[in-house]
């Protein structure tokens, strides 16, 4: 894998770690039938922090139990949708780090991962007659899908490669971590210190939509504040 990209457990570990204190948050102001909510959130979540990778051979959703994932999203999303593409804009290439790490590609991505969400909900809704509730669990997952993504391409953002956000246009915006050196690690830390502090904050605090738009607030200031200090954790 190129040193310049970030690795698969990273994107999972610093994903969750960015969703934890909303989750938290909201974990304490939803009834408590509102944690299944939460969970496939979550799921979806994990789900789009691997699926921009798609367009890797060696990346960790093409692999182990994310592996089903990846050779959907890559046979039946990446593949088809860069060879119509293709046609239409001599920009779009099969290459990594190309028009999925863009916000193109996230509009695409949920876009496209509503069709066969809708197929699970109406197998489960009006053929397996799973309770209609239960069922409409699984748009949770396709909810969290585009967010993960975002967050893919966020961390993306802290590697020497960089997201061109509005590909084919604009500049790549790139920080100074690499794939596997003890600047990827000590940025996760980062992630793990800071995150987990305001994890516990969220939990002490009274759940409130005031105290969520707080969250969400510092949640994007921390992000800023670790991307600009990327240099300096990069080389601690």
Not at 39 to 47: A, C, E, K, R
Request: proline residues 3%.
């Amino acid at each position: 894998m190129d040193v310049s990209v970030m690795r698969g457990e990273s994107h999972l570990t610093v994903s969750v770690l960015m969703a934890l204190p909303t989750t938290m948050v909201l974990f304490n102001m939803l009834p408590s039938a509102g944690f299944n909510a939460l969970i496939y959130v979550l799921g979806g979540l994990m789900i789009g922090s691997l699926l921009p990778d798609v367009d890797a051979s060696d990346s960790k959703i093409m692999y182990g139990s994310w592996k089903g994932i990846g050779l959907f999203g890559k046979y039946l999303f990446y593949k088809p949708m860069t060879w119509i593409l293709r046609k239409h804009s001599e920009a779009i290439k099969d290459e990594h780090r190309g028009y999925l790490h863009s916000l193109f590609g996230c509009l695409l991505a949920a876009l496209f991962f509503a069709i066969p969400i809708g197929i699970i909900f109406v197998l489960t809704a009006y053929v397996w007659l799973v309770p209609f509730e239960l069922s409409l669990l699984i748009w949770y997952v396709w909810l969290g899908i585009p967010i993960g993504f975002l967050m893919h391409l966020v961390e993306d953002g802290f590697t020497k490669s960089g997201v061109r956000w509005f590909f084919p246009r604009g500049k790549a915006y790139s920080g100074h971590a690499s794939t596997g050196k003890k600047s990827e690690y000590n940025l996760v830390t980062a992630f793990f210190v800071t995150f987990g502090l305001l994890t516990v904050v969220a939990y002490m605090v009274a759940a409130s939509l005031m105290t969520l738009f707080a969250v969400l607030l510092l949640s994007v200031v921390l992000v800023g504040v670790l991307f600009a200090a990327n240099r300096f954790i990069s080389k601690i």
